[in-house]
């Protein structure tokens, strides 16, 4: 195994804007799941359900929003070459 390929140092972490992104999109959907979604469902005031209903909307929306930045930074991700390991010495 001693010519294995090790993976670099690119390839071990991912980036930290993909980083910012997935948690920003875990936290929309954490709020979504704990906060909205039971305003609509228990809520007894119409008008309150409704704002609820919109907010969760637009929340879905934002989420889907950052879904997709998140792909297209695998997909950019992706398509780079790692650096060599030659390459790493010289920064």
Excluded: C
């Amino acid at each position: 195994m001693a010519n294995a390929v090790r993976p670099t140092s690119h390839e071990r972490q991912p980036t930290g804007a993909f980083q910012i992104l997935f948690m920003l999109m875990l936290a929309v959907a954490t709020f979504n799941r704990f906060k909205l979604t039971p305003l609509v469902v228990h809520d007894n005031d119409i008008g309150a359900a409704q704002a609820a209903v919109r907010r969760l909307r637009r929340n879905a929306l934002v989420e889907a929003g950052l879904g997709v930045l998140i792909l297209i930074i695998v997909a950019i991700l992706g398509t780079m070459s790692p650096v060599s390991e030659d390459m790493e010495g010289t920064r």
